[in-house]
C-alpha cells in the first residue's frame, strides 16, 4: 500500500539559511498535518490543512509557513533557520471521509541546522 | 502543560513479559485515543487506538484499556518479544464539525524488551 512520502529525508542548512520540505500524502487523502519532534521528546503540532485550506494552527514559529496545493502535497517552508530547528519533521495524512481517525506518518525529514 | 501524561518514561521487560505503558489526559474533549509505535528515525506507526465509549479494546497482543472517569488509558504488550523494542506514544485528539484535529502525544515510554 502507498504511504506518505517526504523528502528530502535528510537535510542540512546554515543559520538563517532557508529550507523547504514536501510531503505526498497517501493517495485520495486530503487532509495533511505537520509535526515537529526534537530529540528525545514527542512530536509537536506545527499546522494542518485540510482541501487546501488551513484547518489548525499550533506552535509553529511565524519564519515557517505552509500550504497544501491542488493535488494534495504540502510544504513546509521555513526561513531564517535556528540552531534549535534541528529536529525531525513528520508529515501525517488522513482522508476526512473515511471512518477512521488514523493519521499516517510519513518516514519524516531530519532537518541539522549547522 | 503536557496535555497528556505518559508514564514511565523508560521500561526493561523480560521477553514473554508483560508490558504495561500508562497516560492520564485533563481535557474531556479528547475523543480518540491512539497509541502509536516509532523507531529511532522512523516515523510512528498507529498501533492500535479507542474511543471513550469501550473500555477495553484487543488487537492481538495488544490491548487498550480506557478508564473514562478517572481519565486514564493503558496499553499492554502481552508476551512481549524483542521487537517490540521501541519508544510508545499514547496521544489524544478531538473532532470538531466532522474534522480531526491535531494529535496531542505523550512524552512517550522507551521499551527495551531483553531475550
Known amino acids: 500500500a502507498a504511504g506518505v512520502i517526504q523528502s528530502p529525508r535528510h537535510l542540512i542548512k546554515e543559520k538563517r539559511e532557508t529550507a523547504t520540505l514536501k510531503c505526498y500524502p497517501i493517495?485520495?487523502?486530503?487532509?495533511v498535518y505537520w509535526y515537529q519532534q526534537g530529540p528525545g521528546q514527542d512530536p509537536q503540532f506545527l499546522i494542518s490543512?485540510?482541501?487546501?485550506?488551513?484547518?489548525d494552527k499550533g506552535s509553529i514559529p511565524d519564519r515557517f509557513s505552509a500550504q497544501q496545493f491542488s493535488d494534495y502535497h504540502s510544504e513546509l517552508n521555513m526561513s531564517s533557520l535556528e540552531l534549535g530547528d534541528s529536529a525531525l519533521y513528520f508529515c501525517?495524512?488522513?482522508?476526512?471521509?473515511?471512518?477512521?481517525?488514523?493519521?499516517?506518518f510519513g518516514p519524516g525529514t531530519r532537518l541539522t541546522v549547522l | 502543560q503536557q496535555q497528556v501524561k505518559q508514564s514511565p518514561q523508560s521500561l526493561i521487560v523480560q521477553k514473554g513479559g508483560i508490558s504495561i505503558i500508562n497516560c492520564a489526559y485533563e481535557?474531556?474533549?479528547?475523543?480518540?485515543f491512539p497509541w502509536y509505535q516509532q523507531f529511532p528515525g522512523k516515523g510512528p506507526a498507529l498501533l492500535i487506538a479507542?474511543?471513550?465509549?469501550?473500555s477495553e479494546k484487543k488487537e492481538g497482543r495488544f490491548t487498550i484499556s480506557f478508564n473514562k472517569s478517572a481519565k486514564q488509558f493503558s496499553l499492554h504488550i502481552m508476551d512481549s518479544q524483542p521487537g517490540d523494542s521501541a519508544t510508545y506514544f499514547c496521544?489524544?485528539?478531538?473532532?470538531?464539525?466532522?474534522?480531526?484535529?491535531?494529535?496531542?502525544f505523550g512524552t512517550g515510554t522507551l521499551l527495551a524488551v531483553q531475550p
Open positions: 490543512f485540510y482541501e487546501k485550506m488551513q484547518s
Open positions: 493517495p485520495r487523502h486530503d487532509t
Open positions: 501525517a495524512s488522513r482522508r476526512e471521509s473515511s471512518s477512521t481517525d488514523t493519521q499516517y
Open positions: 496521544a489524544a485528539s478531538t473532532h470538531y464539525g466532522g474534522a480531526t484535529n491535531k494529535l496531542i
Open positions: 479507542i474511543r471513550p465509549d469501550v
Open positions: 481535557n474531556t474533549a479528547f475523543d480518540y
